[in-house]
């Protein structure tokens, strides 16, 4: 599929992250908001009202068959991807799945194939690889600037007060740190490192059996590490310190949405660069998908198929050795 005209989203779910995914779209010139389908008319037509959408439906079913779609965004709980991707997919619309893209490696193998039989796109929504920061940051990578990429330091944690039937602590609904934030700096390190060949692991399971923290530490081929930590119920300082053998690079706090780098090489002064992002930041990899459909791509480059299996494959490691399994797994 090739498209030439406005791209036009439909969004799947009404969530907050519907939300934010809604004003993003707002920050594009070749993008609109055609329709939004919700489990119930009253949330749909809520939704349509904020964001003057003139498609309001009821039902995913309706929006995935609305043939004035071209992409449509998933923003419903972690266990729910896979079906509601699979509807999209096979109604020929191209997908954006938010992270994490699926519950574990078997459920996102079972979205790709069925993107592939059907020739159709499809993307996991990891908005922060596609922002100006991290786009410098592969540039300066590619560049060597810090000569050899030894370590990486990365955190996402923040303190929840919340109900244990809230979805951040419901097993139902995939609750936990790791796939609701741990997910963040676990992209991070494979983006620059790749799978780690070996993973060590500790987790604090909370009162409802999900993990409420975290540590994890990742081994590389040629001795990197990467040494990252996820909360749900703890407050972190969202920093990335990325350590070579020249130096090392910053990325600011919150470094998931981080709009400055500080570059330090060993012999020179510090240089800060300011890399403020347009809009919310969650146009960026709405403008990936526009780009990669008048294209006629059925993939990113920038978030393959390939890694995205491979990020799963890592967080199917790390909750095993916790022994922690979802409802939806047994």
């Known amino acids: 599929m090739i498209v030439s005209h406005k791209i036009r989203w439909g969004i799947l779910g009404t969530g907050s992250i519907a939300h934010q995914f809604a004003v993003g779209l707002t920050s594009l010139a070749d993008a609109e908001l055609a329709a939004v389908g919700s489990r119930t008319q009253q949330a749909a037509d809520q939704f349509g009202d904020e964001f003057n959408v003139s498609k309001r439906y009821a ?50 193998e079972a979205m790709i194939a069925m993107a592939q039989t059907h020739g ?13 920061a991290l786009v410098t940051l592969r540039d300066l990578l590619a560049q060597n600037v810090i000569g050899e990429v030894r370590m990486l330091n990365a955190d996402f944690g923040f303190r929840a007060n919340i109900a244990p039937e809230h979805r ?3 097993p139902d609904l ?15 390190a494979s983006m620059i490192f790749g799978q780690p060949q ?15 923290q975290s ?5 590389y081929g040629s001795g990197q590490l990467a040494l990252l930590s996820s909360a749900i119920r703890t ?36 240089e800060q660069l300011d890399l403020a992002y347009e809009g919310n930041g969650y146009n960026y990899e709405a403008e990936e998908v526009g780009r990669c459909l008048r294209a006629g791509l059925t993939e990113s480059a920038i978030m393959p198929h390939a890694e995205t299996l491979s990020i799963l494959h890592t967080m199917d490691e790390i909750r095993a050795q916790w022994n922690l399994k979802y409802p939806s797994e047994l």
């Open 198 to 212: 070996r993973i060590v692991s500790l987790a604090d399971l909370g009162s409802t059996g999900v993990d409420e």
């Open 120 to 132: 159709v796109f499809l993307m996991e929504a990891m908005w922060t690889r596609f922002l100006p």
């Open 235 to 270: 407050t972190t300082p969202h920093e990335a310190l990325l350590s070579g053998t020249e130096g090392h690079i910053k990325l600011h706090s919150p470094w998931w949405r981080c709009s400055r780098l500080t570059l330090s090489v060993n012999g020179k002064a510090d």
């Open 168 to 170: 951040l602590l419901n």
């Open 174 to 188: 995939g609750g936990g740190a790791l796939l609701d934030v741990g997910v963040y700096p676990v992209s991070l």
């Open 59 to 108: 039902s995913y079913d309706a929006l995935a068959t609305d043939s004035d779609v071209d992409a449509i965004y998933i923003s419903t709980p972690h266990p729910f991807h896979k079906d509601n991707t699979l509807l999209c997919l096979q109604a020929g619309k191209a997908v954006l799945c938010e992270k994490p893209f699926a519950m574990n490696v078997r459920e996102g």
């Open 215 to 219: 540590a994890m530490l990742f081994g």
